[in-house]
């Protein structure tokens, strides 16, 4: 059965879908602002993405895996993330595959031939019943589409887009970024595609990160509105230094704040240069958030070896593909770089497949399936890549201060000497854990930055009163301003009270 024909009998959900004229138009950020913006309100919200492809995930509190952008969607709403607000979750591995996450359990590796050939479209029952259930337990749900819903060359199996609208009647919002440019040509071809039962569902178009004077806009908002029937339901502005999880890409987090906008002077006489490898497949960059949430912290990725030079810490991350990264450590030159700085005293922090490539060796009968690997050799750890991967929410203390963290690793380590750190282990200068997310510990994260400070000679002192959750709360406010100042809020109230509007207009030549 085809996600197009499997609608029958289901019941309508009160909320609407989030799409998108491309991707990264700004689909992540406005489902948050209008979860933010209608919990102000006192409804009771959900996010959901019926489908997520991202690297970027995160652990509920039973163990399920999601992407972090729903997660990040969840607290906008005020609500414990859960496996029903991503249902299916892909990982890529590469070019042509991806791990397929179902309800936060991996299920298996699957080629892009193999996925969109039959498995998505067999998903479409367990996405719908997903959101059916969160539409039970809350007042609506704000969903969240992929890519954008005009690819006409995936709609026989989408179950994200007009596949899971016309499942649950949803009305769809669609945002196009006009700082890429051709932003009304966008709306346009993006309803105009779509076969006339699809566009049924297009309600509206919000335009996103606009710089200028909004009234030069107007006129061809008039005559969008003219060709297509349908309004514009906002303009928001561009908005620096959002801080928010996204799906992928580097540009959007905490960092952001730091480098584009204005941020506290450094709280002592020195700053610190922390240096992340960017290696391939990277997951979960934003373990390095709360470091550049700190005032004198300046985080920067890096793929050469002199970029590490003048670094204070250097941060090995996750990755979808540690022996892969730990090849291109050694391709680049960094592999030999951050050796010889464990070896000069320096400070490193493994994070993951980062903690797994500074061990001594890694057998992989999992992920690459290379067999064993020789590691960078500066921990006393050796790693065995298990079918089974570990999903947990641990918390300890470290460093003399309470620390919660989350695991998502295929790799067990066996420690055999060192001091024990954060379940890994720490030599020297050289940290190393399986936890994501350490830092976002206040307490923590200022006694962790004193000992790099200590290590590298610098005078740097943490800010005492830096609260990463706090900084969270107030971009996930800032999130919900601008919908609630630059959208037509009572538009979307009706839409979400009352769905899909009567009466919208057919815009030829529609997809079949």
Partial sequence: MSAARGTAGRQRVKGLLVAGTHSDAGKSVVTAGICRWLVRQGVRVAPFKGQNMSLNSFVTRDGAEIGR?????????????????????????G???????????????????????GRQAELLDTVAGCLEELARTHD???????????????????????????????????????????????????????????????AGYLVNKFRGDVTLLEPGLDMLKDLTGR??????????????????????????????????????????????AAVP????????????????????FVDRPEELADADLV????????????????????????????????????????FQMLGERIEDDVESRAGTVPGLGVLPVRVRFAAEKTLARPAGKALGEPVEGYEIHHGVAEVTGGDAFLDGCRVGSVWGTHWHGPVESDGFRRAFLRQVAQA????????????????????????????????????LLRLIENGVPEGLPFLPPGAP
């Fill in 69 to 93: 952008a729903q997660a990040m969607q969840a607290q906008a709403a005020r609500v414990e993330p859960s496996a029903l607000m991503n249902p299916v979750l892909l990982k890529p591995g």
């Fill in 95 to 117: 070019d042509r595959s991806s791990q397929v996450i179902v309800l936060g359990r991996a299920v298996g590796e699957l080629s892009a031939r193999g996925y969109h050939g």
């Fill in 140 to 202: 609506a749900v704000i969903c969240e589409g992929a890519g954008s819903p005009a690819e006409i060359n995936l709609r026989r199996t989408d179950i994200v887009n007009m596949g899971i609208a016309r499942a649950a009647r949803l009305p769809v919002v669609v945002v196009g970024d006009i700082d890429r440019g051709g932003v009304f040509a966008s709306f346009f071809g993006t309803t105009a595609l779509l076969s006339a039962d699809d566009q049924r569902h297009i």
């Fill in 231 to 276: 309004p514009a339901l906002g303009v928001l502005p561009d908005a620096h230094g959002l801080g928010i999880d996204e799906e992928d890409g580097l540009r959007v987090s905490l960092r952001g704040a730091v480098r584009e906008s204005v941020v506290a002077p450094p709280y002592g006489p020195d700053v610190l240069r922390v240096a992340v």
């Fill in 281 to 300: 497949l990277m997951s979960n960059f934003t373990d390095v958030d709360a470091l550049a949430a700190e005032p004198g912290v300046i985080v920067r």
């Fill in 315 to 354: 941060v090995l991350p996750g990755t979808r593909g540690t022996v892969r990264a730990l090849a291109w450590l050694r391709e680049r030159g960094l592999a030999d770089a951050i050796v010889r700085r464990a070896a000069e005293g320096r400070p490193v922090l493994g994070v993951c497949g980062g």
């Fill in 456 to 491: 590298a000679g610098r005078a740097f002192v943490p800010a005492p009163d830096t609260s990463f959750a706090a900084l969270r709360e107030e971009q996930l406010d800032r999130l919900g301003d601008l919908i609630e100042e630059h959208a037509d809020t009572d538009a």
